[in-house]
């Protein structure tokens, strides 16, 4: 009797399983479908771990050349995953649902036309890499604030003026890109951060505090010479 209650136990294990990951499969599947991308696998686009979808590459190079312009809410249900890749598409907007994916430790949206983050996204506590280069991202994206074990943080190619004052709140934060914004002051503790890399050429850094001006010339001794300053 006991031999056969622990096969029902293990046999409803593999059971809920295979559903979670029939469930995730359906997601990507209706992520492909809404933007009508066919003739692509979910396997060439995904890898599982333990019964579940931890990681998403729908990157246009991984999609036969088509683009993805449409996140759908359903996204919100791969709340296992650990890394998604949506680079180089025509994203325009990203759904609250993002902000479920919990989990999530790499974002790749570089290259898409985001004006904005949605405000969930201040929910991805544990995201370490975050990936916004070439977009067209006016402000900086305070949502994301809510990061804290984000270490790797790229803005590269926006339009962004400024970073907030408690942008030092990002205490885990190493490595900074933000050239080619519109970048005209920097917070008075970012010198406090324990940054090791950080990118701020063609920008319009011309007149910093003197502490800042030391401190970035640490950084980089010829950053003056690549600032729009005209």
């Not at 729908?58 to 949506?86: N, Q």
């Not at 570089?110 to 506590?125: C, F, H, R, V």
């Not at 890499?129 to 804290?148: A, H, T, V, Y």
């Not at 709140?169 to 008075?188: D, H, I, R, T, V």
């Amino acid at each position: 009797m006991r031999l056969v209650s622990c096969l029902t136990v293990v046999l409803c294990i593999t059971t809920v399983g295979a559903q979670d990951y029939l469930e995730d499969v359906s997601i990507v599947r209706a992520i492909l479908d809404s933007n009508d991308i066919t003739g692509v696998s979910i396997e060439s686009i995904t890898r599982s771990e333990e019964g579940r979808i931890r990681w998403v590459d729908l990157s246009s190079k991984d999609v036969a050349e088509s683009f993805v312009k449409r996140v759908p809410p359903a996204i919100g249900g791969l709340t296992e995953l650990r890394y998604l890749a949506l680079a180089h598409n025509g994203i325009e907007r990203l759904p609250e649902e993002i902000g479920r994916l919990t989990e999530l430790r790499e974002l790749n949206l570089g290259n898409n036309a985001l004006t904005s983050l949605p405000q969930s996204m201040k929910n991805l506590t544990k995201l370490e890499k975050l990936d916004l280069r070439n977009n067209d991202l006016e402000q900086f994206p305070s949502q994301i604030l809510g990061c804290k074990n984000l270490w790797y943080l790229h803005l590269r190619n926006n339009t962004i003026p400024s970073l907030p004052a408690n942008f030092s709140s990002l205490s885990s934060l190493k490595e900074l890109y933000m050239q080619g914004n519109e970048l005209k002051s920097l917070p008075a503790d970012l010198p406090k951060m324990n940054l090791e890399y950080v990118e701020l050429i063609e920008n319009r850094l011309c007149d910093l505090p003197p502490a800042l001006d030391s401190w970035m010339k640490k950084k980089d001794e010829k950053y003056l010479d690549w600032q729009q300053c005209w």
